[in-house]
């Protein structure tokens, strides 16, 4: 029994829940009114950014790692982030693990290479020794070949033809012998010299390796705040991080006077943003402070950032003012000024409401559907051309019963038909003429390449006047710009 009870007062208190939620939606929902707003209306795209010095000195680890083909070499010890050295003081230590076995490696080498040099050295004086004593037998029987025929010249003819030609041999074979003992000389002097340049080579190379692990220790160029250097892929380097001679810098030491904001701006908005244009940078860090700055630099090629489809562009902001408890890689909120209005009418974007072919809003005073022109949007208003008046209300939303009321401002909706129409009308003018211009471009390169240019059209001047478009076309192909979400800000 009292069970059930239980179970009845439950289902009542969510009946009175119920109930009570309703009644409170049903007071909730009240449609809001708002009021066409006059004044400058200012157009920024917003994008998030990083900070980062304007100048900085790189930490870097030792020279001439490339020379000593030293290559991957891991960061064993590194001073925190942030950490305010001196001139010379400790930063890091690199691991020579792999770099002193090379030296090892290197030096075992090197003793080979002195061995064999010393043996080719002794070898090479040995074989030079027995040519020259073969040529001293050779020049002593030559000699006893001449004094041979001098004593025959009383013997038969016969006999003086063999001692000349004894003679005329031992004599070719004596300077053959001097011949092939100059040319050995030669070969045995320059296999001396090619492993004396190759164990020379071998010389400096440990040298430079010594160098260089003597470099393994990193200190500070000069005084500076210790900011880690951030990979391509955006992390920083930390221990366990590894440099090579193409990427050897460890840290750097920024200069906290100067900062810029570093941003990329997405390929939509990037046509909006112009070197030179104002920007409002605020730091997620200090949430109460504003700086102001000016955009310095627009990349010209885009890029695609990690774990994102979109390209981006990215922008410099210098900033104007110097704070120096401003930090490298804090977070960025940049506001680029990118046009201006002044003393506009303007509404909230949500109380648009779009057709096929118009655009209207719904007058609270009126009760009407109005119909409106409007001007350039961003990420909150829109700028009305016609159609209201500073002070009408309208509403926000949709209002009971709002699709039943009547249009009002056909003349509006004319006359932004008859801009449509007449835009669309230059629009095709244009195209018609690109393509006109287009044909006649290519009749003209048609007519060169045949050789048949109309009587008093200079030829060369036409090529040069074809290469120029052609490259100024390429040109303007090649740039770019960058992104972000518009904003607003209102100054009434």
């Known amino acids: ?22 009644i409170a939606r049903k007071d909730k929902s009240v449609d809001v009114i708002v009021k066409v707003e006059q004044g400058q209306f200012d157009v920024l795209v917003s994008t998030t950014g990083e900070l980062r010095a304007l100048n900085s000195v790189s930490i870097r680890g030792p020279e001439n790692m490339r020379d000593a083909r030293v290559h991957n070499v891991k960061i064993v010890d590194l001073v925190p982030e942030g950490t305010v050295v001196k001139k010379g003081d400790y930063v890091a ?3 020579r693990t792999d770099a002193t076995s090379s030296l090892q490696s290197m030096e075992d080498q090197i003793e080979r290479d002195e061995a064999s040099f010393l043996q080719v050295k002794l070898d090479t004086t040995m074989q030079l020794r027995n040519y020259r004593n073969t040529i001293k037998d050779l020049e002593y029987a030559l000699e006893e070949r001449r004094i041979i025929l001098d004593q025959s010249k009383y013997e038969p003819p016969a ?20 011949k092939n003992y100059s040319l050995k000389k030669d070969q045995a002097e320059a296999s001396m010299t090619k492993t004396s340049i190759a164990l020379k080579r071998q010389y400096e190379r440990r040298d430079k390796l010594i160098e260089v692990l003597n470099h393994f220790v990193i200190k500070a160029p000069q005084d500076g705040m210790v900011i880690y250097k951030r990979d391509w892929g955006g992390g920083r380097r930390k221990v366990g991080s590894t440099i090579s001679p193409w990427d050897p810098v460890i840290a750097t030491l920024p200069d906290l006077t100067k900062m810029i904001s570093i941003t990329y701006v997405n390929e939509i908005d990037v046509s ?10 605020g730091v997620d860090a200090f949430p109460d402070r504003q700086y102001t700055g000016v955009v310095t630099e627009v990349a010209n090629v885009g890029e695609q950032l990690p774990n994102s489809d979109a390209k981006v562009f990215e922008v410099r902001i210098l900033l104007n003012e110097s704070d120096t408890t401003l930090r490298p890689a804090m977070t960025t909120i940049n506001q680029i000024k990118t046009n201006s209005f002044e003393d506009v009418l303007y509404i909230p974007l949500e109380t648009v409401h779009n057709t096929d072919s118009m655009s209207y809003v719904y007058r609270a005073d009126k009760k009407v559907r109005q119909i409106v022109d409007l001007g350039e949007a961003n990420e909150n208003y829109i700028v009305v051309l016609d159609g209201l008046s500073a002070g009408d209300n309208i509403y926000l939303t949709v209002p009971e019963k709002g699709d039943e ?10 006359k932004v038909k008859k801009r449509k129409i007449e835009e669309e009308k230059r629009r095709k003018e244009a195209a018609q003429r690109m393509h006109e211009m287009q044909q006649k471009r290519m009749d003209e390169m048609g007519r060169i390449k045949r050789g048949s240019l109309p009587a008093g059209v200079d030829r060369a001047k036409i090529q040069q006047m074809m290469r120029s478009r052609s490259l100024s076309g390429k040109s303007g192909n090649s740039r770019s710009g960058q992104s972000g979400s518009v904003k607003t800000r209102i100054q009434r």
Not at 159 to 178: F, H, P, S
Not at 405 to 414: H, L
Request: hydrophobic share 55%; glycine share 2%.
């Open 1 to 22: 029994m009292k069970r059930r009870w239980f179970f009845i007062a439950i289902i009542l208190v969510v009946l009175a829940a119920v109930f009570i939620y309703s």
């Open 93 to 95: 230590t690199l691991d």
């Open 159 to 178: 006999t003086i033809r063999q001692a000349e030609m004894n003679l005329d041999k031992a004599k070719r074979a004596y300077d053959q012998a001097v």
């Open 272 to 281: 909006k943003v112009k070197v030179n244009q104002p920007v409002i940078v």
């Open 405 to 414: 009321w009547d249009f009002a401002g056909m003349d509006v909706y004319e």
